[in-house]
């Protein structure tokens, strides 16, 4: 949109400013000569802007109301210019401005008598305004004035009450300013009578009146086109919002406003008329109502599976027409696929497989109500086939015995009752987060809402009914939570630990390496299990290693993924370096050849994770936020407290520049000797690890597992 007159925008309000014109003033020596002719006009102008609040942020609205305003704006100063012009050195200013208003006021009225209106008979006239007047008071719910010398009351119809004027006397006598007003009244009559062809006998109000004449809306008005324009689109918002309102409350909306229906009417005409298509009627008096579609009885699950094959195949489905691109569908079923399919099973066993038809918004309210109440480690196991009502069910059934047991057990030790209530709330079922339901009702809102593009349903039944951000925080606050905060002095635990200290049988074993990558290079799980041996190169003699996709079957999380970062001085004393040789020496592209994939996942960092999980459990150092990827923040965390600019960790990290100036003018980076510097000062102490090339002087003699 290009720029808008006199509009400007102050944070996201826009403002009408405008300066001030110069005005002409004459100032004649000679009241009989012109001042224009002589050259002594002077000009005049108002200090500073007109500066007004549009309070509004729609650039539309601003648009219209920045055009009245100018027009309003010109008139104004175009009136008192006219009126400045006029005055001589004898006239009072006020007089002059009196005297502009009072002729303005006369052209108003004379607009006013030439308009259709003027043509009803007063009497019609007087009763259609007093009607207005009424039917105003009432929707505003004000009592009528009862000006009992002028109005009566009139019972139109049962419950509404009208006042219209009464007629005056015939025979009560003329003032002399009555007598003025119908001798001008008469002109004026006369002279519309003459201008329209009739004569002066012959005119009548009912040939005086020209329908035509009587417009709300001139469609060659820009300035009432765009009222009408902005009316239009403020009662279609509210239309809309008031039936959403209606079905997310489960109320009909024509009880609720028995005018929807003569609104509806109202609207299906001007769509005849502006030549939308047409529909037959049932009822000449009635509109027609487009056909309801065939609800399906296809189970749930069913058609869930069908969505989601679309989706791997490379549809968004988020609009028609759309062609499949083939690395978004191998995306999402890598990334996405398994927790859309945990969406499904969990809905489908809380509510049961219903026919899509069948699902309404009573089963989205049951499902919302008993998700919450799902323990956070469901489907974790796979030796647990109940399904998701039943866990519910019986947790539900169990937590309160058990948390009475333990209370009754602690009581009878004379515990104190603030011990008490901490152990309570540490044996406490830990229950699905609030982020996890949102995250379940987004994806079966997109799947009810394919549905409904299908014709297959009639509404969305999550539409309206998922957890808002505003909910979620509050959940977040209220919920037991433990924050990834690294790893701490922890880290000594798990290097002292028998994977690092002892021979390895296999010097390439991933448990060895993918950890002190992590901790030492701040790389993900994903990034170091996919590194090949040409991801690690030299420069200016410093080895990095480079996180990238060469070839197209590695996975990166981003574009801000793709980054070099250089081995840390401790990589490079256990050995790290000569892995790469020697995989290089065997023919082998990959630094980990045998590390398998994930048959659900797809990704080789889902066993990784789940070996790395066990070992720290099986050796008793995992611990509340202890996992593989709080290496990563334990990388992170070492840097900032070793004063590494922020801009420089974000790269390390492989996380996107927020500095607008660093990443549009200094994507040249640091240099390779500088980012060596900051990685380095990485102060995880390596000295109890057994270096596993220590004890060996040849290749030849290394027991390093070739994959074939």
């Known amino acids: 949109m290009g720029r808008i007159a006199y509009l400007s925008?102050?944070?996201?309000?826009?403002?009408?400013?405008?300066?001030?014109?110069?005005i002409v003033i004459p100032s004649p020596q000679n009241p009989q000569v012109s001042g224009l002719c002589v050259g002594l006009t002077g000009k005049a102008q108002a200090k500073g802007h007109l500066a007004i609040s549009l309070q509004t942020s729609s650039s539309r609205e601003a648009r219209l109301l920045g055009t009245r305003l100018s027009d309003h704006f010109e008139r104004a100063w175009a009136f008192f210019e006219a009126g400045a012009y006029r005055m001589t050195e004898q006239d009072d200013p006020l007089d002059t401005m009196a005297l502009m208003l009072t002729e303005g006021f006369r052209k108003y009225i004379t607009h006013y008598r030439a308009s259709g209106m003027s043509g009803m008979a007063p009497g019609v006239r007087e009763r259609a305004f007093a009607r207005l007047d009424a039917e105003l008071r009432e929707?505003?719910?004000?009592?009528?004035?009862?000006?009992?010398?002028?109005?009566?009351?009139?019972?139109?119809?049962?419950?509404?009450?009208?006042?219209?004027?009464?007629?005056?006397?015939?025979?009560?006598?003329?003032?002399?300013?009555?007598?003025?007003?119908?001798r001008m009244a008469a002109q004026a009559e006369a002279e519309d009578a003459a201008t329209r062809g009739f004569a002066a006998d012959a005119y009548s109000v009912a040939q005086a009146m020209d329908p035509a004449d009587i417009r709300l809306i001139d469609p060659e008005?820009?300035?009432?086109?765009?009222?009408?324009?902005?009316?239009?689109?403020g009662f279609g918002r509210l239309l809309d919002q008031y039936l959403v309102s209606c079905e997310i409350s489960g109320l009909d909306p024509k009880a609720e406003m028995p005018s929807a229906q003569q609104i509806a009417k109202n609207l299906h005409r001007a769509a005849l008329r502006l030549g939308l298509p047409k529909q037959t009627p049932n009822r000449a008096d009635e509109i027609p109502i487009k056909a309801k579609p065939a609800l399906s009885n296809e189970p749930f699950t069913i058609f869930a599976e069908k969505y989601l094959a679309l989706r791997c195949q490379g549809y968004t489905l988020r609009r028609e027409d759309e062609s499949p691109h083939a690395a978004t569908g191998t995306n999402f079923e890598?990334?996405?696929?398994?927790?859309?399919?945990?969406?499904?099973?969990?809905?489908?066993?809380?509510?049961?497989?219903?026919?899509?038809?069948?699902?309404?918004?009573?089963?989205?309210?049951?499902?919302?109500?008993?998700?919450?109440?799902?323990?956070?480690?469901?489907?974790?196991?796979?030796?647990d086939n109940r399904s998701a009502r039943q866990v519910i069910e019986y947790t539900d059934d169990r937590e309160p015995l058990e948390i009475a047991e333990i209370i009754e057990k602690l009581r009878a030790q004379g515990r104190p009752a603030a011990e008490i209530e901490d152990v309570v709330a540490a044996a406490r079922t830990k229950r699905i987060s609030a982020t996890t339901i949102k995250r379940h009702q987004t994806a079966l809102q997109s799947i009810f809402e394919h549905a409904l593009a299908q014709q297959m349903i009639t509404t969305n039944p999550f539409k309206g009914r998922l957890l808002t951000e505003a909910e979620v925080k509050r959940w977040k606050m209220s919920a037991a939570r433990v924050e990834r905060l690294g790893w701490g002095d922890s880290i000594?635990?798990?290097?002292?630990?028998?994977?690092?200290t002892n021979p390895l049988a296999d010097i390439g074993e991933p448990l060895f390496w993918a950890p002190l990558i992590a901790m030492y290079a701040g790389l993900r799980l994903e990034e170091i299990c996919q590194l090949r041996v040409r991801d690690f190169a030299k420069e200016n003699g410093i080895i990095f290693v480079a996180v990238q996709n060469e070839l197209g079957s590695q996975l990166v999380k981003s574009a801000n993924s793709i980054r070099r970062v250089p081995l840390h001085k401790a990589l490079?004393?256990?050995?790290?370096?000569?892995?790469?040789?020697?995989?290089?020496?065997?023919?082998?592209?990959?630094?980990?050849?045998?590390?398998?994939?994930?048959?659900?996942?797809?990704?080789?960092?889902?066993?990784?994770?789940?070996?790395?999980?066990?070992?720290?459990?099986?050796?008793?150092?995992?611990?509340?936020?202890?996992?593989?990827?709080?290496?990563?923040?334990?990388?992170?965390?070492?840097?900032?407290?070793?004063?590494?600019?922020?801009h420089v960790r974000k790269g390390l990290m492989g996380h996107e520049q927020t500095d607008v100036t660093h990443r549009n003018y200094f994507r040249a980076g640091e240099t390779i000797e500088d980012m060596k510097e900051y990685v380095d000062r990485i102060d995880i102490d390596h000295r109890s690890i057994t270096p596993p090339f220590g004890a060996y002087l040849s290749p030849e003699r290394l027991p390093l597992r070739l994959v074939r």
């Open 221 to 233: 008005d820009e300035d009432s086109v765009n009222r009408l324009e902005t009316m239009a689109d």
């Open 334 to 383: 890598r990334t996405s696929l398994r927790n859309w399919q945990s969406s499904v099973r969990v809905f489908s066993e809380i509510v049961g497989d219903l026919p899509l038809s069948e699902i309404s918004k009573e089963e989205v309210i049951e499902f919302n109500t008993l998700i919450q109440r799902l323990p956070a480690n469901f489907g974790k196991s796979s030796r």
């Open 492 to 500: 000594y635990a798990l290097l002292e630990s028998e994977v690092f």
């Open 9 to 22: 925008k102050r944070g996201n309000i826009w403002w009408f400013r405008r300066r001030h014109p110069a």
């Open 572 to 646: 490079i004393d256990i050995g790290l370096p000569k892995l790469v040789e020697l995989r290089q020496q065997a023919g082998m592209s990959r630094l980990f050849p045998d590390m398998p994939r994930s048959k659900s996942k797809g990704t080789m960092s889902a066993i990784m994770s789940k070996r790395f999980g066990y070992y720290i459990r099986s050796r008793g150092i995992k611990d509340d936020g202890l996992d593989f990827h709080a290496l990563r923040t334990e990388f992170l965390v070492r840097l900032t407290r070793a004063k590494v600019p922020d």
């Open 139 to 182: 929707a505003l719910g004000i009592e009528p004035l009862p000006y009992a010398d002028m109005l009566t009351r009139v019972e139109i119809k049962p419950g509404i009450k009208y006042i219209v004027l009464n007629d005056p006397d015939p025979n009560a006598p003329m003032t002399p300013e009555d007598e003025f007003h119908e």
